[in-house]
């Protein structure tokens, strides 16, 4: 079946620090990759995408390549802010059919000033 | 609405008795998700509407969990004879048309306790 593993957390790191969550998964066919956020007391919402091998997302800094050869979509950010500070998901979604969008199990990010 | 609306925000049960969640999509998704986050366990899917396609249950946890979908729009997920560890952040999400790479509108949540 369809799974994402996401490294455990939760993630403490200082300001400016280097960011990298890893990001694997087990599809069948070549799913659409995908980074969800959860600040505190707030809904997830979407923070990249990426729909084919190779492919890079991209936004507020953040980065994840869809790596079919390592089946990977590992997160990074080259210097993290204390807004940063959440939890972040993996997931993906199969691009045949209607099939729902399958979540990892979330790592909590903290960024101490 | 200008959001996927839940409700009700918090809901406090005794253990055995029924609950209703209630989601209202974005108008105009025809795809509508139920999510449960429980502490440790991250985002477990429930069950997904597609249009006027049979629902995905796949991820229903037992037979005491049911949702249904009135007219395309307004969902509700009914937990019956509920038990303590179904207490939970209860999710429901919708999306345009429920195509690979769409993203998905989440709503803020129902926090369920069972006592």
């Known amino acids: 079946g369809n799974s994402v593993t996401q490294m455990e957390g939760p993630v403490t790191l200082s300001e400016e620090a280097f960011l990298t969550i890893n990001c694997t998964y087990t599809?069948?066919?070549?799913?659409?990759l995908f980074w969800y956020v959860q600040y505190p007391g707030e809904g997830l919402q979407l923070l990249l995408k990426?729909?084919?091998?190779?492919d890079k997302g991209s936004n507020k800094g953040f980065e994840a390549t869809y790596r079919k050869e390592t089946t990977s979509f590992h997160l990074e950010k080259g210097s993290v802010q204390v807004s940063d500070s959440a939890v972040y998901f993996c997931?993906?979604?199969?691009?045949?059919?209607?099939?729902?969008?399958?979540f990892g199990k979330g790592t909590r990010l903290s960024v101490i000033a | 609405g200008a959001g996927v609306s839940q409700s009700p925000s918090n809901k406090v049960t005794e253990k055995g008795k029924d609950v209703e969640l209630r989601c209202d999509p974005i108008?105009?998704?025809?795809?509508l998700y139920w999510y449960r986050q429980s502490l440790g366990q991250g985002l477990e899917f429930l069950i997904y509407?597609?249009?006027?396609?049979?629902?995905?249950k796949s991820g229903l946890p037992s037979d005491r969990f049911s949702a249904e979908r009135t007219g395309g729009s307004v969902s509700t997920l009914t937990i019956q004879r509920t038990q303590q560890e179904d207490s939970a952040v209860y999710l429901c999400?919708?999306?345009?048309?429920?195509?690979?790479?769409?993203?998905?509108?989440f709503g803020s949540g129902t926090q369920l306790s069972v006592l």
């Open positions: 999400a919708s999306s345009l048309g429920g195509h690979a790479n769409e993203k998905l509108f």
């Open positions: 599809a069948t066919g070549y799913p659409s």
């Open positions: 990426a729909t084919k091998a190779d």
């Open positions: 997931a993906l979604m199969r691009n045949s059919g209607n099939t729902p969008l399958v």
């Open positions: 108008s105009g998704h025809t795809a």
């Open positions: 509407f597609q249009g006027n396609s049979a629902p995905d």
